[in-house]
């Protein structure tokens, strides 16, 4: 028995699992199709995820910029330095998820 990777997740099993304990991808029986299906559906998911948190970042973004216009008058200071971190946060977040989805596409 050996450790080799998943085909479909790239996580490492065992050479004798039928079945990737990561993805539950069917690894013995499976046609070369089925297999190049499950990658492709693999890739998608974590696509959409990368997305999911692109947007994310997005409304922390947006969400950051009104609150530095629109914020209670007590702690005024505080609301805008809070504002500051949100919208900053928010850029870095967008930028570094976008970079990540471009890399992702790569491979």
């Known amino acids: ?5 998943c085909i479909v997740c790239g ?10 304990t990561h993805c539950g991808a069917v690894l013995k029986g ?5 297999l190049e299906r499950a990658v492709h559906i693999q890739k ?3 696509n959409r995820r990368l997305q999911s948190y692109s947007f994310l970042a997005i409304l922390l973004f947006a969400a950051g910029f009104l609150l530095k216009y629109v914020h209670p008058e007590d702690n005024a ?3 805008v330095l809070a504002s500051h971190y ?7 977040g967008y930028v570094a998820m976008r970079v ?6 790569k491979k």
């Open 30 to 34: 499976s046609s070369e199709e089925q």
């Open 44 to 46: 998608l998911k974590r």
């Open 77 to 79: 200071e505080l609301w």
């Open 100 to 105: 990540w989805i471009m890399f992702n596409k």
């Open 11 to 20: 996580k490492r099993i065992s050479s004798k699992a039928e079945v990737c």
């Open 86 to 92: 949100m919208i900053a946060a928010g850029f870095i």
């Open 1 to 5: 028995m050996s450790i080799i990777r």
